[in-house]
């Protein structure tokens, strides 16, 4: 006689995860917990380095797993946004000169991607003007939005310099 008993029950869970925004995927584990697990399960996340912010599930199947009193539990991918640095840069014009047009790096971009990403582009602003006096001031940068990056700022520096007037310094 042959008497097949039944095996206690298995739970298998994925675990989950958070990473950042162009980053590639972690590779997914699982733990089981009750009876012993016979075989593999089949873990897949249908989450790219290209994939938005955002929560992803984690789907864990049967796969190669022989048992048969057998649950299994879903994980979650959360994809958080990558840090990107804009910063203004540091220029220098003489008194009574247009300020001079302020260009901004960029720092952090994933995903070989551009400022074209950015849902609002941001301003480079500084408080000297035509007439102000010999002195340094401060450009800030602010106002950049985009869907996938924390954006942060790096201020640069004006440095607004003596005007030459007929060979003469005029300050």
Known sequence: ?????ESGPVTVTAASY???YGEENPVFEFTSAGAYLDGLPEISCEA????????????IRK???T????SYVNGTLTITKAPL???AGNYTRRQGQMNPEFELTYEGFKNGETEDV???KPVATTEATLTSPVGIYEVTVSGAEAENYDISYVSGTLT???AELGGERVT
């Open 67 to 70: 048992n048969y009193n057998d």
């Open 18 to 20: 958070a990473r950042e």
């Open 85 to 87: 640095k804009i910063a």
């Open 160 to 162: 607004v310099t003596t």
């Open 1 to 5: 006689t042959l008497y097949i008993e």
């Open 63 to 65: 796969g190669g797993v």
């Open 48 to 59: 790219t380095a290209t994939s938005p912010v955002g929560t992803y599930p984690i789907i």
């Open 118 to 120: 950015l849902t609002k």
